[in-house]
Antibody, heavy 119, light 107 residues
Framework: QVQLVQSGAEVKKPGASVKVSCKASGYTFTSYGISWVRQAPGQGLEWMGWISAYNGNTNYAQKLQGRVTMTTDTSTSTAYMELRSLRSDDTAVYYC????????????WGQGTTVTVSS | DIQMTQSPSSLSASVGDRVTITCRASQSISSYLNWYQQKPGKAPKLLIY???SLQSGVPSRFSGSGSGTDFTLTISSLQPEDFATYYC?????????FGPGTKVDIK
């Protein structure tokens, strides 16, 4: 079945970096993009960015530009999201999601990865 | 960036009620509007894409309408499993944005 499986929870100190992985299975990886979405405790959904698994093109949210990098490894059907210079307000659950071409939504989601930033 | 607003921010309803949630974009987004349902501790689930197309497997009591800047999600007869938070999301811009969410709880 189509699924996205994310890496495990992380605890980081302020100023550190975190890299979350998202392994896809059950579909042709390069036929879809991957979006990353985060959710701070008790808050709404925040779109972080998108990467094309076909050619690696990216679009990032303005507020994260310069701190976030999204990559893919087509040999293992895995997407990665790295966030640098972590702050306490980066504490959130991070989701990867398969993006349907043409802007038709995100139809398959990973289980979420909790990233806690604390000194 | 395109800003999305939703109203109401929360509502209380009973099983069997008809529920309507509104989403507004800060500029025209044509029909590039998607709706998601999220339950506590779970990942969001795509309900409606392209403003009015029902995602496969989603019950027909969910429907979407609208274009341009104003959109609506309707649940025709609220079921116990529909108590959740609902988000709209625009995909017109290359930088997607979500609305703040509407929490639907039991009256």
């Amino acid at each position: 079945q189509v699924q996205l499986v994310q890496s495990g929870a992380e605890v980081k100190k302020p100023g550190a970096s975190v890299k979350v992985s998202c392994k896809a299975s059950g579909y042709t990886f390069t036929s879809y993009g991957i979006s990353w979405v985060r959710q701070a405790p008790g808050q709404g959904l925040e779109w972080m960015g998108w990467i094309s698994a076909y050619n690696g093109n990216t679009n990032y949210a303005q507020k994260l530009q310069g701190r976030v990098t999204m990559t893919t490894d087509t040999s293992t059907s895995t997407a990665y999201m790295e966030l640098r210079s972590l702050r306490s307000d980066d504490t959130a659950v991070y989701y990867c999601a398969r993006s349907i071409p043409g802007g038709n939504g995100m139809d398959v989601w990973g289980q979420g990865t909790t990233v806690t930033v604390s000194s | 960036d395109i800003q999305m607003t939703q109203s109401p921010s929360s509502l209380s309803a009973s099983v069997g009620d008809r529920v309507t949630i509104t989403c507004r974009a800060s500029q025209s987004i044509s029909s590039y509007l998607n709706w998601y349902q999220q339950k506590p501790g779970k990942a969001p689930k795509l309900l409606i894409y392209a403003a009015s197309s029902l995602q496969s497997g989603v019950p027909s009591r969910f429907s979407g309408s609208g274009s341009g800047t104003d959109f609506t999600l309707t649940i025709s007869s609220l079921q116990p499993e529909d108590f959740a938070t609902y988000y709209c999301q625009q995909s017109y811009s290359t930088r997607f944005t979500f609305g703040p969410g509407t929490k639907v709880d039991i009256k």
